[in-house]
């Protein structure tokens, strides 16, 4: 299907926190209360739209424990936004979210839009971050902040939205080089009729409308 | 090292005096040189002096200079000329294979470059200094630096690929030296890949990550598709390490619409016949089919599997591989793949199917592209591997598609009218009973894929008939099945045929009754399952006519009398044995080939006589084998239910003591009843008894009284009270006798009410018993519920102290906030 951009999304955050959860929420508008623990790293793709234009959200959701950590670090460079996910129910996930900013600033090109994500807002009698503190942390690093439910799917669509409008923003505004795949944007193929790639145009325009994604 | 030094000497002999220095010495001075000395030239010169002895003496080389040429990586990186000759050195030790100069020295062991490859990654941080290296522009540093990491790849792939994934830009490095312009490097990157992603999920998913598909069609792109180099080979290469049993990278190879880009590979000119295809571009056409496969492929997710098939029949890769299949001049081992990828993007597809079933083949007359297929399959003269192909296409066609099974079948039954054309079940039915033998095997299990789960079409399917000869009745499919089964003497058609029998008629209790109504049917079965033969193959026969006939038995509708379900039973207890029938029924799954053919639905095998089983049969075997071995057992022993059966039986001891219990108080009532009676009859005869008496005495004493005055009346009428009192007296007598009698009667009543006493009083103890037992069973049951609960605790308990001691626990949702920093 025909998009104006790709936006290369990670998700990162400590074990059990709901990364697998909010993607699956997003992509199958569906919650599985147990999951298995994510080997590695998992795929998943959506369609958005912002400002009527198509854009394609190619995501890829990590595994939280630390002997993944290394092959984590692979995926920073190449993304254009990251959901940085705490457990609002956990303290210990909101303190280690230092190292994984740190992480994640050192290993990921500059512009990379972080959305510093609360999750899990629909257990409040267990809750031990309080919504301020995780305010306070996002205005202090200068992330997006927002309090989701992968279980009831409060604000996980939005989550991803404005992460996506953000990155939209930087490119209006020129802070992104579209033209640098290891940016994680890509342009869609009607933008890049001009290109030298005109082979490729040609296939994905002879392709009959309404394929299945 | 001094140990090392004085080996090589053995090796080599000691250096006798005066003559020139031994290599050993030689390269001990070139590595002193590179390491210490202090002019750059010179380490420069000593590094391509050991880089020009590293071919013909590695041994000493990498003995000495491992260390050095380590240090040169790191210190003279300013220097690409020395990094070069360093590198170089370094390559020539760990090469993974032999050198020519190396031939007439059997002295160096065969896994030298693996021994040095070990060393030399020892330290991790040797890989971290190469990979540092990979930022070097120059051409020759980047070169030789890929070169050196495919050695060591090549030697060490899972350790390497550990230790590069341990580093945070590694894997992004290389992905990086796709895009140099340089197109030696990129090649070399190429191979570089695909030995870094060879099985290593993790490695493979970051290169899809880093865009390697973008990179790898635009290469596939620039070289042009089919018509490119062996690049193009390389490329598709490494997509299908990316891809094959990557479930996140196919669904991202799907997401990101790369599916739509493989198209222009399929575009096959129409002048290709007079050109003829060159073997690069039938092995680049080869790769891109394992490409489509790999994306349809069985062992994926259903989801998706349907997805890619649906995406491939909207963008036109079906139609693509279609033409491909009815162009000429396509290699037989292309038509044979494509055949195949066919298959696999239509099965279970229904669209997909219908679309294939219409496509139609250029020939004369036009015939649909099935039914030329079907008759290459039962052609002997086309290549084996083409007609095991075309079978598994068949099989992919007709794969959950209630549709084109009823349309095979349909073509065989006497209402079809038109007979002019050619249809799929004539060629099947003549392969059926054709003298070629694979024919036989590749017809029957069409045939018998037309019958999975469709009950309707095992149904309709014994409305074939078959005119053998002329003049004769036909004969029903069934019939004929039945009867070649009994009278072909090759293993092949005799499996085959087994297994569409029991596809058929399981199930189905019509196809049953049809075949028990065969003469000789059941015999034959009998006979071999009795069979004695020892070889596999025969093993196997009897197993899979041991099969056939529970088949016959748990599918029986008891319609054929001769062959009822339980004189079909009686008849395996008595000839056969339920025991022996169920060894040889367990034969069937020890047989080779059955094990090859239950791994995947296409049938792999190398050479014609290794076709033998399908992989459906093997599935109707596996969810019937136990089944049809229960239902046989005469006492079913139902594991779970078996303190059930215990209570049943006592229950229904019980129920039978309280009938009896009750048989008796009623008998002991009817007795009691019968005493009284009589008693009452006794108490009436005792009284009757003294009221005479009473009247004896009476008269007695009136005739003393009147002995004077009577004697005269006694005297005139003397005769008279004589007789009266003999009578009395007599009377008398028989009543005492009465009395007697019943007295007895009572005696014998007494003893009887004390018996029925007794047994009533040993009937109630036996039910109490009972009653006792039960309620020991019942405590019994209560006491395992209880220690069952005591394990399931402790097992949690276990669970949370592996879980605490930072154990995985594969079912939980692991706490161990002490693995996070």
């Not at chain 1, 623990?37 to 190619?58: N, S, Y």
């Not at chain 2, 040797?126 to 050695?151: A, G, K, P």
């Not at chain 2, 002329?470 to 089964?485: A, E, F, K, M």
Request: charged fraction near 25%.
């Amino acid at each position: 299907m025909a998009y104006a951009y790709l936006f290369k999304y990670i998700i990162i955050g400590d074990t059990g926190v709901g990364k697998s959860c909010l993607l699956l929420q997003f992509t199958d508008k569906r919650f599985q209360p147990v999951h298995d623990l994510t080997i590695g790293v998992e795929f998943g793709a959506r369609m958005i739209t912002i400002d009527g234009k198509q854009i394609k959200l190619q995501i890829w959701d990590t595994a939280g424990q630390e002997a993944f950590r290394s092959i984590t670090r692979s995926y920073y460079r190449g993304a254009a936004g990251a959901l940085l996910v705490y457990d609002i129910t956990r303290r210990e996930t909101f303190n280690h979210l230092t190292t994984w900013l740190e992480d994640a600033r050192q290993h990921s090109n500059s512009n990379m839009v972080i959305m510093l994500i609360g999750n899990k807002s629909d257990l409040e009698s267990r809750r031990e971050v309080k919504k301020e503190e995780g305010e306070a942390f996002a205005r202090e690093h200068g992330l997006v902040f927002m309090e989701t439910s992968a279980k009831t799917a409060a604000n996980v669509e939005e989550a991803f939205i404005n992460t996506a409008k953000e990155i939209y923003e930087k490119i209006q505004e020129g802070v992104f080089d579209i033209n640098n795949e290891a940016n994680g944007i890509k342009i869609g193929p009607q933008h890049s009729t001009a290109g030298a790639g005109g082979a490729g145009g040609a296939g994905a325009g002879g392709a009959p409308p309404g394929g299945c994604c | 090292m001094n140990f090392l030094k004085s080996g090589i000497k053995t090796v080599l002999g000691a250096p006798e005096p005066g003559q020139q220095p031994s290599v050993a010495e030689t390269v001990e001075r070139l590595v002193e040189r590179a390491s210490n000395s202090t002019l750059l030239e010179d380490r420069r010169d000593a590094c391509r002096a050991l880089k020009a002895l590293s071919r013909k003496y590695r041994l000493e080389v990498g003995a000495q200079g491992l260390d050095t040429l380590r240090q040169i990586l790191e210190l003279d990186r300013a220097d690409n000329e020395t990094i070069n000759y360093a590198l170089d050195t370094l390559n020539n030790i760990v090469s993974p294979s032999q050198f020519e100069e190396e031939e007439d020295k059997p002295n160096i062991p065969m896994n030298i470059g693996d021994q040095f490859t070990e060393m030399f990654i020892k330290d991790p941080h040797n890989i971290q200094l190469v990979l540092d290296l990979l930022d070097e522009h120059d051409f020759r540093v980047r070169l030789s630096t890929v070169q050196l990491l495919i050695s060591l790849l090549t030697n060490r792939t899972k350790d390497i690929q550990e230790i590069i994934l341990d580093k945070p830009m590694g894997v992004s490095k290389m992905m990086d030296l796709l895009g140099d312009t340089r197109e030696v490097i990129r090649n070399e990157t190429l191979l570089l890949l695909i030995k870094l992603t060879k099985g290593n999920a993790n490695i493979q998913k970051i290169v899809a990550f880093e865009n390697a598909f973008d990179r790898l069609f635009e290469i596939v792109s620039s070289e042009g598709y089919s018509d490119g180099g062996i690049i193009v080979e390389d490329c598709l290469l490494l997509m299908l390490n990316l891809l094959k049993n990557n479930s996140s990278n196919i669904n991202f190879f799907k997401e990101g619409s790369y599916i739509q880009k493989m198209l222009p590979m399929f575009n096959i000119p129409e002048e290709s016949e007079e050109v003829g295809w060159s073997p690069q571009k039938v092995s680049n056409v080869h790769c891109m089919l394992q490409l489509v496969r790999t994306l349809v492929s069985p062992s994926n997710s259903a989801q998706i599997i349907s997805n890619c098939q649906k995406i491939m029949k909207n963008v036109g890769l079906l139609d693509a591989l279609c033409n491909i299949l009815m162009a000429s001049g396509v290699p037989a081992d292309i038509l044979t793949e494509t055949i195949n990828s066919v298959g696999e993007v239509v099965r279970g597809d229904a669209s997909n199917q219908e679309f294939i079933g219409n496509v139609i083949a250029p020939s004369y007359p036009p015939r649909p592209a099935i039914i030329v297929l079907l008759m290459s399959m039962v052609n002997e003269k086309q290549p084996f591997s083409l007609r095991c192909a075309v079978l598994y296409c068949f099989q992919c066609y007709l794969y959950q598609n209630e549709v084109s099974q009823a349309s095979l079948v349909q073509t065989l039954l006497p209402s079809s009218s038109d007979v002019s054309n050619l249809t799929s079940g004539q060629i099947l039915c003549g392969g059926l009973f054709s003298s070629d033998v694979l024919s036989n095997w590749f017809s029957a299990v069409a045939l018998m894929h037309a019958l999975i789960d469709n009950t309707t079409q095992k149904e309709q399917l014994l409305r074939v008939l078959l005119a053998t000869n002329i003049g004769s009745n036909p004969v029903s499919l069934l019939h004929q099945c039945t009867t070649l089964l009994q009278q072909t003497t090759k293993l092949q058609s005799k499996v085959a045929l087994l297994m569409l029998l029991s596809q058929w008629m399981s199930s189905c209790p019509a196809a049953v009754s049809a075949f028990l109504q065969v003469p000789g049917g059941v015999g034959y079965l009998v006979n071999q399952t009795c069979s004695n033969e020892h070889d596999d193959n025969e093993y196997l026969l009897q197993g899979m006519s041991a099969f056939l006939l529970a088949i016959c038995i748990n599918f029986n509708d008891d319609s054929v009398q001769t062959y009822s379900k339980e004189s079909l039973k009686q008849l395996l207890v008595k000839r056969i044995g339920v025991e022996v029938f169920t060894a040889k029924l367990s034969e069937v799954c020890k047989h080779e080939l059955y094990n090859k053919a239950a791994k995947h639905p296409q049938l792999r095998v190398g050479c014609p006589v290794d076709v033998l089983i399908d992989y459906e049969f093997c599935r109707l075997f596996k969810s019937l084998e136990g089944v049809l071995s229960q239902s046989l057992e005469t006492r079913a022993v139902n594991g779970g239910g078996a303190g059930e059966a215990d209570l049943e039986q006592y229950k229904a001891l019980i129920r039978q003591q309280d009938a009896r219990l009750h048989e008796l108080v009623h008998q002991l009532d009817a007795l009691a009843q019968q005493a009284q009676g009589l008693q009452s009859a006794l108490n009436d005869s005792l009284a009757a008894n003294s009221l005479l008496k009473d009247e004896n005495t009476l008269l007695k004493a009136q005739v003393s009284a009147n002995s004077i005055p009577t004697t005269q009346p006694a005297a005139t009428q003397p005769p008279l009270p004589d007789p009266k009192l003999g009578e009395y007296e007599e009377r008398i007598e028989q009543l005492n006798d009465e009395v007697t009698r019943l007295n007895g009667e009572m005696t014998r009543l007494n003893e009887e009410v004390s018996r029925l006493k007794g047994e009533l009083k040993a009937a109630k103890d036996e039910e109490k018993n009972s009653a006792e037992e039960m309620e020991k069973l019942k405590k019994d049951q209560d006491d395992l519920l209880y220690l069952l609960a005591n394990y399931d605790s402790k097992t949690n308990e276990y669970k949370l102290r592996l879980l605490q001691l930072g154990e995985k626990v594969e079912d939980d949702e692991p706490t161990d906030e002490e693995n996070l920093t």
